[in-house]
C-alpha cells in the first residue's frame, strides 16, 4: 500500500512538473512574440517619423519663399476642389424619379403640383423644370426659352471658382521652375565668387533648386487628378439637365393637348 501511495505521489510531481515547465515556455514564447511586435512596431513608427522628418528637410530645403507659395497654391486648390465635390454631389439629382413625379403631379394635381414638387427637390433639374413649368401657360416656346435661359444660369453656378483651379495648376510647376532657375543662379554666383569649379557648391545649389520643381510638379498632379473629376462631374449633371429639359418639353407638349 505503502509503495502504491509512493508511486502515485511520485507520478503526481512529475505531472506538476511537466505543466510548470510547459507553462514557462509558454509564458517564454508569449513575451518573446510580444517583444517582436513591440519592435516591428516602434520600427514602423520609425520609418513614418523618418518620411515626415524627410519631407520637412527637403521643404526647408527649398527655400521658404517659392517652397510658400507652392504650398499656398496646394491648399487653395484643394480648398476650392473640396468645396466644388461637396456642391456638385449635393447637386446631383435622380432626375429618372423627379421627371416621374412630375409627370405624375401633371396628370393629378396640374401645374401647380408639379411645381411644388420641383420646389420640395434639391439640383439644378428641379430647378430648370419649376421655370419651364413657371411659363407653361403661356405657351411651349416660352418654356422652352426660360428652361434654356435657365440651364444656362445652373451651369455657371456649377463652373464657379473652376478656372481657379485650373490657375493653381498651371502656377504651381511654373513657379517651381522660377525656383530652379534662380537657384540655379545663385549656384553659379557661388562659383563665381569662389573662383573655384567646387561639386560642393554646385551640387547644393542644383539640389535647392530641383526640389521647388518637385515640390512643384507634385502639387501639379494632385491638383489635376482633382480638376478631371470635377469636369467630369460637371459634364454628367450637364448632360442630365439637356435630357431632362427634353423630356420636360415633352411632358408639356402632353399636357396642353
Not at 499656398?72 to 424619379?97: D, P, Q, V
Not at 409627370?103 to 411644388?116: F, H, M, T
Request: glycine letters at 8%; one cysteine or more; hydrophobic letters at 50%.
Amino acid at each position: 500500500m505503502k509503495r502504491l501511495f509512493s508511486i502515485l505521489a511520485i507520478t503526481c510531481l512529475m505531472v506538476i512538473g511537466t505543466v510548470n515547465a510547459n507553462a514557462t515556455t509558454t509564458v517564454a514564447a508569449a513575451t518573446t512574440t510580444v517583444a517582436n511586435v513591440a519592435q516591428e512596431t516602434n520600427e514602423a513608427a520609425a520609418e513614418d517619423l523618418g518620411f515626415h522628418q524627410e519631407l520637412k528637410k527637403r521643404f526647408i530645403e527649398g527655400g521658404p519663399g517659392f517652397m510658400g507659395i507652392v504650398l499656398l497654391c496646394l491648399i487653395l486648390g484643394l480648398a476650392i476642389a473640396i468645396e466644388r465635390i461637396i456642391f456638385l454631389n449635393l447637386s446631383t439629382t435622380n432626375s429618372k424619379k423627379l421627371t416621374q413625379n412630375v409627370e405624375d403631379a401633371l396628370a393629378s394635381g396640374g401645374i401647380e403640383a408639379a411645381k411644388e414638387v420641383c420646389r420640395n427637390t434639391k439640383g439644378p433639374v428641379a430647378s430648370i423644370f419649376y421655370q419651364g413649368l413657371d411659363r407653361a401657360d403661356e405657351d411651349i416656346d416660352a418654356a422652352e426659352k426660360a428652361v434654356v435661359a435657365y440651364g444656362g444660369v445652373q451651369m455657371g453656378q456649377l463652373e464657379k471658382n473652376v478656372s481657379w483651379i485650373s490657375l493653381f495648376i498651371a502656377l504651381a510647376p511654373m513657379l517651381g521652375f522660377m525656383g530652379t532657375v534662380i537657384g540655379m543662379i545663385q549656384a553659379f554666383d557661388k562659383i563665381e565668387a569662389a573662383g573655384d569649379m567646387q561639386p560642393s557648391l554646385v551640387a547644393g545649389g542644383i539640389k535647392v533648386a530641383l526640389l521647388t520643381t518637385v515640390f512643384g510638379l507634385i502639387v501639379a498632379i494632385i491638383l489635376q487628378i482633382f480638376y478631371n473629376y470635377i469636369i467630369a462631374k460637371i459634364d454628367s449633371i450637364v448632360n442630365d439637365m439637356e435630357d431632362s429639359s427634353i423630356t420636360l418639353m415633352d411632358l408639356l407638349v402632353r399636357h396642353k393637348k
